[in-house]
């Protein structure tokens, strides 16, 4: 049995269920492939990360970095959480905005913001900006002032740690296009730029090292860093941050070899770093906000998929073919990600062999699972593949004009639909005829 499946996920005709709803009637409700989420688990890894800092009397945001999984329906249980949230785009700020987001409580990132999004970001008196690069300080300061506005803001830094993790998904090391850099005195003059200007209020510090990082060396490296150059600006400049921002990249367990600790241990740990190193340095303790993003979204996430053909080859795996793949999940072709796969008829069934799951785009870097042990399928079976919630739809594309997967969430044993099936015409509907002579 996959020990990642509850005992009490298993309902009485042995399917797996998903937020309290048979994940067999989902895909007949709903088609296949089919994203699920468990709000449930989103709400209980929200409140984990929330009750640490509330344990320790620190002041806190956890602001769910959006663009793990972004729709109208995610920023509403968010929002109901009392979290925050960041967006990196226009695009992901207007679905905020949709879902009656509270504005105070965004923070706007990213490393090329352009003028529309600033000025969007600025009229929607969005709470906070990360401020990235020395021209984002000067289109931010004349969008401000053609609208006699202030804003509050943050420095993101690059702390010149890098994470052992995967090489396409480290930031943290100095050279990196993310936040500006220390040892060439950028982060210093950056400080003094926006220390100098009336509109922009300094807030404080901001750092994101990477993602899927397991070791909490990284972490605590990074927030002694944070706090180190909080003592150096206020010796040097005399300004003491008020908030230290961590980032996120909390790892999660995708296969049975990952044993990382749980989130919340990440964040514990982090703030204990950040309250020894500001004693040590006489500083007041900052507020903590950290981004989770897969740590939020991705164990609440299944794909749903339905089995479909099959090729055999003398002396290698099967391949077992599925109806989705790449156009749905990127992340096994992109960075070679790893993920489990269970039969939804019957999670416990006693494998039988292992396969290679095979999505169906034309690529034949199209495999979402090199080696998955599995009881025997037939077509028409269905298949859950596990902890999809991050980087999973939001990645999604229309490769092969395929319609992206509608995204269903589930709670307490009802099912909700959140994003519609993408529809041939909708595949169309930005396509204008070309008239030839
Ligand atoms: C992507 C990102 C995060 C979230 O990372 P996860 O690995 O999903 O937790 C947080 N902060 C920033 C600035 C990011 O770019």
């Known amino acids: 049995m996959n020990s990642q499946i509850a005992p ?31 709000v449930a688990q989103i709400r209980r890894q929200i409140r984990a990360f929330k009750k640490v800092f509330e ?47 509270p504005m105070e409580n965004v923070s706007f990132h990213g490393n090329n913001k352009s003028r529309a999004e600033l000025e969007m970001a600025v009229d929607h008196h969005v709470g906070m900006i990360v401020i990235d690069n020395f021209h984002e300080i000067e289109l931010l300061n004349e969008v401000l002032a053609s609208r006699d506005q202030s804003i509050d803001v943050m420095i993101r830094i690059t702390p010149g740690i890098s994470a052992h993790t995967n090489k396409y998904i480290q930031t943290g090391q100095v ?30 510090l901001h750092a994101h090292i990477g993602s899927q990082i397991f070791e909490l060396n990284g972490f605590q490296m990074a927030a002694a860093k944070l706090v180190e150059i909080a003592a150096h600006w206020r010796d040097e400049f005399g300004y003491e941050p008020e908030i230290v921002n961590v980032g996120g990249g909390f790892g999660i367990r995708y296969v049975s070899a990952d044993h990382p600790l749980k989130p919340e241990d990440f964040v514990a740990a982090i703030i204990e770093t950040i309250k020894e190193e500001t004693q040590k340095l006489n500083l007041k303790m900052p507020a903590v906000w950290i981004e989770p993003g ?23 795996l099967p391949y077992v073919m ?26 416990q069934a006693e494998n039988a062999e292992t396969v290679r799951l095979a999505g169906k785009y034309c690529e034949s870097g199209d495999i979402l699972s090199q ?67």
């Open 371 to 437: 080696h998955q042990p599995l009881p025997k399928t037939k077509p028409g079976d269905v298949l859950a593949m596990l902890d999809t919630g991050a980087y999973g739809y939001a990645m999604a594309s229309n490769y092969n004009r395929n319609p992206r997967p509608a995204v269903v969430f589930a709670e307490n044993g009802q099912a909700h639909l959140v994003i519609e099936r993408e529809s041939l015409d909708d595949l169309v509907h930005l396509d204008r005829s070309y008239s030839q002579a």
């Open 8 to 38: 009490d996920q298993i309902n009485a005709a042995g399917h797996l269920t998903i937020g309290g709803v048979d994940s067999l009637e989902l895909a007949k409700e709903y088609g296949t492939p089919l994203v699920v989420y468990d």
């Open 55 to 101: 344990q320790r009397q620190v002041d806190y945001a956890v602001s769910y970095a959006s663009k793990a999984f972004a729709a109208i329906a995610m920023y509403q249980v968010v929002a109901h959480e009392g979290g925050h949230v960041d967006v990196v785009s226009a695009g992901e700020l207007y679905t905020a905005i949709k879902a009656n987001f």
């Open 175 to 204: 050279d990196s296009k993310f936040g500006f850099d220390l040892q060439s005195g950028q982060a210093d003059e950056a400080l003094q730029k926006i220390l100098a200007s009336p509109r922009m209020h300094m807030k404080g």
């Open 322 to 347: 599925i109806d989705g793949g790449m156009g749905d999940n990127i992340r096994p072709a992109l960075y070679e990600a790893e993920y489990e796969t269970v039969l939804a008829a019957d999670p």
């Open 294 to 316: 897969r740590s939020i979204a991705g164990p609440a996430g299944y794909n749903l998929y339905t089995v479909g053909s099959r090729k055999d080859v003398p002396g290698l």
